[in-house]
């Protein structure tokens, strides 16, 4: 079940990685493509009118590209969390089988010994009535 786990967080993690990469690749070509269309237009009014129209859009994108971010970042938290909640989870199961099979152990060294003491005692008696025995002959 660890693997399982182990396995789907490293399919979150590369996912999200590959977003973030995916809108920094998107957000800068965006944001250089503008640029140097007002570049090219130059230093006239249609440059000026150019940087007003474009700046709302190169602000939106941005924040945009950051809302996207944020959104894979909390969804990766929030599979962290399930990820160690179910580690957790398993790990207390473990430790409680852990603690059943020593019970029990003991529960069976426990009856060991008492069938080992009552053998021992028959071995006695059986040891006294022979002895009685042969004193009789």
């Given amino acids: 079940m660890t693997k399982k786990l ?6 979150i993690g590369n996912t999200v990685g590959t977003i973030e990469a ?22 006239s009014t249609v440059a000026k009118q150019l ?5 709302p859009t190169r602000k939106s994108l941005t924040k945009k590209a950051e809302k996207s971010k944020k959104t894979a970042k909390k969804k990766t938290a929030k599979a962290a969390k399930k990820i160690g909640a179910a ?14 099979v020593g019970a029990s152990k003991k529960k069976v060294a426990k009856k060991t010994a008492k069938a080992t003491k009552r053998v021992g005692a028959s071995k006695k008696k ?5 002895a009685k025995a042969t004193k009789k002959r």
């Fill in 6 to 11: 182990d396995d789907m967080a490293e399919l």
């Fill in 22 to 43: 995916a809108s920094i690749v998107a957000g800068a070509s965006l944001h250089e493509g503008m640029s140097e269309a007002v570049g090219i237009a130059g230093s």
């Fill in 51 to 55: 940087e007003k129209r474009t700046r």
């Fill in 87 to 100: 580690k957790k989870k398993a790990t207390k199961k473990t430790a409680k089988a852990r603690k059943k």
């Fill in 126 to 130: 059986v040891a006294k009535k022979t």
